[in-house]
């Protein structure tokens, strides 16, 4: 197991990638209306990573074991697709809640992050799904230090999605990132506090849970890629890359645009 810590050249451009995937969820955010489809969403955001930013969209073509080449540039998740949606004719509409998950290329490093965008009136169940979603983010980062471990970051996220009713994916998690886009660690979203690989100063990852308003099992749509609910339940998920500090964390998939902090976590 091979895992990465950054020195500080590298961290400088793992900085820039992760305000540039961010920068991205900015520019599409006025864009994220009822009536546009996801192709539309992930065309705009590929001339903007490409044309504006000259960053590469690590997605198109990105092909670990197993898969075929993922045809688009970003993942576009609705309401029970839990997460690589792949984008398509279908318009939004008012009620959805959607995913965007941005990956960027920039001077061969990687940034990524993903934003829920709530479409008008959505139900109460779906505001609450993804503001506790965004919760366990946090709570998850929050935990984040030298000599932590990954079990601790696991353990809170599990039991506050568990303790309100919720469920987590467990076959999907959070990678360490950097000139690969999913290097080691593996960051599960459930685990032990006390357990795990303790985090030291330099390594970078993602925290990206996934979570469920019912069963936590999946399913995986026959175009290989979108993974979604079994239950057809509504799932939520938002991702920060995190970089390990010598006196706790940075988050850096930051932007002008990027949502506050939850108020436990100033
Ligand atoms: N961005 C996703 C993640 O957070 C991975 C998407 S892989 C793709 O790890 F091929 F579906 F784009
Ligand atoms: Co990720
Ligand atoms: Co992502």
């Known amino acids: 197991m091979t895992i990465h810590i950054k020195n500080s050249q590298e961290i400088e451009k793992m ?27 992930d065309r705009l955001c590929h001339d903007f990573m490409v044309n504006v930013q000259k960053t590469i969209p690590a ?15 970003i993942c576009t998740s609705i309401n029970h697709q839990i997460c690589h949606g792949v984008p398509g004719p279908k318009a939004l509409k008012d009620g959805d809640i959607v995913n965007i998950d941005i ?44 000599g932590a471990k990954l079990g601790d970051i696991g353990f809170v996220i599990q ?11 467990r076959e999907f998690c959070g990678h360490g990132i950097g000139k690969r886009f999913h290097e080691e660690p593996q960051v599960l979203h459930y685990g032990k ?10 390594l970078i990852f ?23 609910t079994k239950d057809r339940s509504l799932s939520a998920q938002w991702e920060h890359t995190i970089l390990v500090t010598e006196t706790g964390y940075e988050v850096l998939t930051v932007s002008e645009k990027t949502p506050a902090p939850p108020a436990f976590a100033n």
């Open 15 to 41: 900085r820039i990638a992760g305000a540039l995937a961010s920068q991205v969820l900015d520019y599409i955010t006025p864009f994220v209306n009822p009536g546009i489809t996801t192709e539309e969403i």
């Open 59 to 73: 997605p198109l073509n990105y092909a670990p074991d197993g898969h075929t080449p993922y045809p688009k540039s």
């Open 103 to 146: 990956t960027v290329i920039k001077d061969g490093f990687h940034g990524d992050t993903s934003r829920m965008f709530l479409l008008g009136d959505t139900s109460i169940q779906a505001k609450r799904l993804c503001k506790m979603t965004y919760e366990a983010m946090w709570l998850g980062i929050q935990q984040v230090k030298p």
């Open 159 to 169: 039991d506050f999605a568990e303790k309100n009713g919720f469920s987590v994916v």
């Open 193 to 202: 506090p006390g357990t795990g690989l303790t985090l030291e100063a330099g």
């Open 206 to 228: 993602t925290i990206e849970p996934m979570i469920n308003a019912g069963k936590r099992d999946i399913k995986q749509m026959p175009d290989g890629w979108t993974i979604v």
